[in-house]
């Protein structure tokens, strides 16, 4: 398995402001993703953070709104961008690929989530 | 989109008794993974079952899948207090193994 860490832990914010959540695995990984779970639902797909590249983004999320960054394989970002209390959600990363000697693992770990408010 | 369904919704047994909830999909898949969480934080990956593969064990889980009838189920045996949270089941199409479709997921509320 992986360690996987986020920040922030929580945050609460005004409405039209944007935050910088942060992702960080301890071990090189193949696929980072980013996740949306609103109040009491599941958990939603946004995008894959692609390194070195523009991530791929899921049908309804658009990169104006969730720009994502992945410098290397170990580090990504999602911003969530001019937002509004729609956007109170927990966000979550997730990775998969892990590199395990000469192999890469197929099983998909995440990380313990960002808890968004917007007011 | 989602793909998984769990049923059912919610689920509330004494300690010591078992859970048991399924997990019913629409398509074909590579995997199926099964993850707790608790209280609305991170998820923990519980197991991971291959569409070849029909049952697997770990500690007091007992994972089926029946691709058959595109269904999935997660046993806890003789539950605890600690295994209260919610459960998810998410599946990985044959295309892209990484991309996961998670269903609604179980609450599990374990009485002491």
């Not at chain 1, 970002?77 to 966000?91: A, F, G, H, K, Q």
């Not at chain 2, 199926?32 to 923990?44: E, F």
Request: glycine content about 6%; aromatic content about 8%; hydrophobic content about 30%.
């Amino acid at each position: 398995s992986a360690v996987i860490s986020q920040k922030p832990s929580r945050d609460i914010c005004q409405r039209g402001t944007s935050l910088t959540i942060q992702c960080q695995v301890d071990s090189q990984v193949t696929m980072m993703f980013w996740y949306r779970q609103q109040p009491g639902q599941s958990l939603t797909l946004i995008a894959t953070a692609n390194q070195g590249s523009e991530a791929t983004y899921e049908s309804g999320f658009v990169i104006d709104k969730f720009p994502i960054s992945r410098p290397n394989l170990t580090f990504s970002t999602l911003t969530v961008s001019n937002m509004s209390p729609e956007d109170s959600s927990i966000y979550l990363c997730s990775v998969d690929g892990i590199r395990q000697g000469e192999d890469w693992g197929d099983t998909q770990y995440f990380g313990p989530g960002t808890r968004l408010t917007v007011l | 989109s989602q793909q998984g369904e769990e049923d059912p919704q919610a689920l509330s047994i004494q300690e010591g008794e078992n859970a048991t909830m399924n997990c019913s999909y629409k398509t074909s898949i590579n995997n199926l993974q099964w993850y707790r969480q608790n209280s609305g934080r991170g998820l923990v990956h519980l197991i991971l079952i291959r569409s070849n593969e029909r049952e697997k064990h770990s500690g007091r889980l007992r994972v089926t899948l029946d691709t058959s009838k595109k269904s999935s189920s997660l046993l806890i045996t003789a539950s605890r207090a600690a295994d209260t949270a919610s459960y998810f089941c998410a599946t990985a199409p044959p295309s892209n193994d990484y991309k996961l479709s998670f269903g609604a997921g179980t609450t599990v509320t374990v009485r002491a």
